[in-house]
């Protein structure tokens, strides 16, 4: 079965650092989602992606993010000058259609800023 | 804006009983309902959803949940709990008349004990 998969599993960074952290998606999907888990706090929403566009973000996706899909495969997360309290698992999502409404997720990357 | 609530942080039931883990939502148009579960270290997990239709949906794993208007609640619910079944459970909704973006709830960590 096709699966959603995310490279690091943990990444370890200093304040300031910058970090990618990386998606593969399930190969037919369209559409492309970054969401991050915060330890302990629900599963929030940071951007959607498609047809090389952002199509949504949250206020926490601010000017230190940004994402890209540099070829056919990867789906990217960047965030430019860490701070501590971006330290999340960060997971990325896709699905085929909007109409189909569900989102297979990865595995999550947790990322520790310290 | 859309919420989600899910009430109990935690429920213990016995191997063989029936489990019910709670959720009620809040939306402005109709709701796209879904559960996910998480498994240690593991990502999210897709276990079924409700668009339109049936009020009572089953998913994977033998769960099912039912969707209830009146109430704005979507619980989950399985006839006969298995040890295996012990994870953390999310309920999350999608807005029709929003972007495509899923809001989770807090998360019910759900013990079943042997």
């Known amino acids: 079965e096709p699966e959603v998969t995310q490279t690091p599993s943990h990444q370890v960074t200093q304040m300031g650092q910058e970090v990618i952290l990386r998606c593969v998606p399930i190969?037919?999907?369209?559409?492309f989602y970054w969401y991050r888990q915060i330890l302990g706090q629900k599963v929030e929403f940071l951007v959607s992606?498609?047809?090389?566009?952002?199509?949504?973000k949250s206020e926490i996706f601010d000017d230190q993010f940004s994402v890209e899909r540099p070829d056919g495969s990867n789906f990217t997360l960047k965030i430019r000058s860490t701070k501590l309290e971006d330290s999340a698992m960060y997971f990325c999502?896709?699905?085929?259609?909007?109409?189909?409404?569900?989102?297979?997720f990865g595995p999550g990357t947790r990322l520790t800023v310290t | 804006a859309q919420s989600v609530a899910q009430p109990e942080d935690q429920v213990n039931v016995a191997e063989g009983n029936p489990l019910t883990v709670k959720c009620t939502y809040s939306?402005?148009?109709?709701?796209?309902l879904f559960w996910y579960v998480q498994y240690p270290n593991r990502g999210l997990q897709f276990l079924l959803k409700?668009?339109?239709?049936?009020?009572l949906v089953k998913g994977s794993y033998g769960f099912e949940a039912e969707f209830n208007k009146s109430q704005t609640s979507f619980h989950l619910k399985k006839p006969s709990a298995l040890v295996s079944d012990s994870a953390l459970y999310f309920c999350?909704?999608?807005?029709?008349?929003?972007?495509?973006?899923?809001?989770f709830g807090k998360g019910t960590r759900l013990h079943i004990l042997p």
């Open positions: 190969s037919n999907h369209l559409y």
């Open positions: 939306v402005s148009g109709n709701p796209y």
């Open positions: 999502a896709s699905s085929d259609r909007r109409e189909t409404y569900e989102q297979y």
């Open positions: 999350a909704v999608r807005d029709i008349l929003e972007d495509d973006k899923i809001i």
């Open positions: 992606f498609y047809n090389n566009e952002i199509s949504e």
């Open positions: 409700y668009i339109t239709g049936d009020n």
